[in-house]
Nanobody
Framework: VQLQASGGGLVQAGGSLRLSCAAS???????VGWYRQAPGNEREMVAT???????TYADSVKGRFTVSRDNAKNMVNLQMNSLKPEDTAVYLC?????????WGKGTQVTVSS
């Protein structure tokens, strides 16, 4: 079971990035999501999508971020618009498989003011 996140980088405030998480298993029907962790902070949920397609967002990203799942490519994407310096963190994807959570290595997102 592998999850590989990509798409991070350095962007100015107000800019956009699109993160992708490639899974080594089918993501169809799975609960998947994105989390982030900034230095000195606890890991927090950013956006999740259930197997049935319901989405949940952290209040801080509502209206700016969109999570989606590409079942054909076994990928989970996070479109991030109107980025703010406080969005700076390592972003990680998580997937639930057979009752167990799997984490991918993170991708760094840095938003400059």
């Amino acid at each position: 079971v592998q999850l590989q996140a990509s798409g991070g980088g350095l962007v100015q405030a107000g800019g956009s990035l699109r993160l992708s998480c490639a899974a080594s298993f089918t993501v169809f029907g799975r609960n998947v999501g994105w989390y982030r962790q900034a230095p000195g902070n606890e890991r927090e949920m950013v956006a999740t999508i259930t197997g049935g397609g319901s989405t949940t967002y952290a209040d801080s990203v509502k209206g700016r971020f969109t999570v989606s799942r590409d079942n054909a490519k076994n990928m989970v994407n996070l479109q991030m618009n109107s980025l703010k310096p406080e969005d700076t963190a390592v972003y990680l994807c998580k997937a639930s498989l057979l009752g167990k959570d799997y984490w991918g290595k993170g991708t760094q997102v840095t938003v400059s003011s």
